[in-house]
């Protein structure tokens, strides 16, 4: 039953919503993980780049539109 109360598990229509319920608290869990990852990963990235040079590479398009190279760290990422 997968820790389902026992008087969910008698009734099967409370029990069906239940599992519904616990399928997108999982999900929702999942998504903040991999969110909580990355930013761990980009603030460690911009802590072994502090106090030291570096250099950004930029791509442009036929639009002379330019993109930077780099994914983790660039102007155009997610501020913290």
């Known amino acids: ?25 999982h999900a929702r869990y999942q998504e903040m993980s991999r969110y909580s990852v990355r930013s761990r990963q980009t603030l460690k990235i911009a802590g072994d780049y502090e106090h030291t040079t570096f250099f950004l590479s930029w791509s442009a398009d036929y639009r002379s539109r330019f993109y930077p190279m780099q994914f983790w760290l660039h102007p155009q990422a997610t501020d913290f």
């Open 1 to 25: 039953n997968g820790g389902c109360p026992p008087h969910i598990v008698a009734d099967k229509e409370r029990h069906k919503k239940w599992r519904q319920q616990q399928a997108e608290l």
